[in-house]
């Protein structure tokens, strides 16, 4: 029995792989293109486990995704690989559409190939699993209810856009075809090995270097936070017992503003790492100028995952945001590796 993942190099991917292998005997065949946000570093604690077979590779490269199925006979592909990154989709669509929407496509087809191909319990027990994003379904208001899973799909930029296509992709596969697709729709994960220029790891890091915390608009923007091995734990439960051709909304019940995050991460930092002047990180504070089209609101419910499958989050804010914190301050040298170069030079253009 083996799986094969796609995107496990990223900030999920990985969390779930180093997950999947602490505490099962599967083997994984790690399927990764290494873009910007794909780190091995993220994967060294694997290196010499024979478990874990890392392959560089693109989803859309239909020769070799074919030849990975035909060579592993995987049970499951859970794809994480996506761009992910909303400020990077609207100054670059093309990435997006060629790796969210065409990857997909191209995936989608190798792994009906292998399972058209496949007999019996192999065939019956095969399955897809799509993770995906909880911005398909738009903006809220402040008083309206979370999404559910058949809230209408209205998506604001051009990532959740490419995301909800793909979405609508695997629908049609499993509508189609009969292929035993399931997706996930997650809020907004926070964890180890997260790229800096998500939120929270941005804040850390620009903390510790006593560099402005830039914050958009007027910060009160709201989002549901997910830690990430909450999400991972999550996916497996979808994988062992979702139903085929169904969405799952996977949320932590964590709905925060952006600047209550900020203002939380910075007491977090004045107590495990206080800055030499006696300041206070919050001091660091800086609005800058909303980004296009910003969506003002994101909810989850996740009843449904809870009552069909029992599964909620372990953690609250609260733990999951200090063990983040700590686990920054204890990553340094990971922080470094991956902040040189372009990184900065992304950074400047967009927060400066």
């Known amino acids: 029995m083996t ?93 997006f559409i060629q790796t969210n929407i065409m990857g997909t496509f191209h995936l989608l087809e190798s792994a009906r190939e292998f399972w058209l191909a496949s007999s019996g319990l192999e065939q019956a027990n095969f399955r897809f699993l799509h993770v995906s994003t909880d911005e398909v379904y738009g903006t809220l ?18 990532y959740s856009a490419s995301k909800a296509s793909s979405d609508h992709l695997v629908r049609a596969y499993h509508h189609t075809y009969g292929m035993p697709v399931l997706t996930t729709n997650c809020s907004n994960n926070y964890g180890p090995f997260q790229f800096p220029e998500k939120l929270v790891p941005l804040v850390i890091h620009n903390a510790l270097a006593g560099k402005p915390l830039p914050i958009y608009g007027d910060g009160l923007q709201v989002r549901d936070w997910l830690y990430v091995s909450d999400h991972c734990e999550a996916i497996c439960r979808v994988l062992e017992a979702g139903r085929l051709g169904e969405t ?30 006696g300041s206070a990180y919050k001091d660091l504070i800086s609005f800058v100028t909303d980004r296009p089209g910003h969506d003002r609101r994101y909810a989850i419910d996740a009843s449904k995952i809870g009552n069909e499958l029992g599964w909620k989050p372990a953690e609250t804010f609260e733990t999951g945001i200090r063990k983040t914190v700590q686990w920054y301050l204890d990553n340094q040298a990971w922080v470094s590796h991956i902040t040189d170069g372009s990184y900065r030079n992304w950074v400047e253009m967009h927060y400066s």
């Open 3 to 95: 799986i094969l993942v796609t995107g496990g190099a990223g900030f999920i991917g990985s969390n779930f792989v180093l997950d999947w292998l602490g505490k099962s005997d599967e083997p994984v065949i790690n399927l990764d293109k290494l873009t910007y946000a794909g780190n091995m570093e993220n994967l060294v604690t694997l290196q010499d486990n024979p478990l874990h077979q890392f392959v560089r590779g693109d989803i859309g490269d239909a020769l070799l995704v074919s030849e990975l199925m035909a060579l592993h006979r995987p049970r499951a592909v859970i794809n994480f690989a996506a761009e992910s990154h909303v400020d990077r989709s609207i100054h670059g669509p093309g990435e």
């Open 141 to 158: 208001e402040a008083l309206e209810p979370a999404f559910t899973e058949t809230n209408r799909y209205q998506p604001n930029s051009p």
């Open 248 to 277: 799952y909304n996977i949320g932590g019940w964590n709905e925060k503003t952006n600047i209550d995050v900020v203002i939380q991460l910075c007491a977090i930092l004045d107590e495990l790492k206080p800055r030499a002047d």
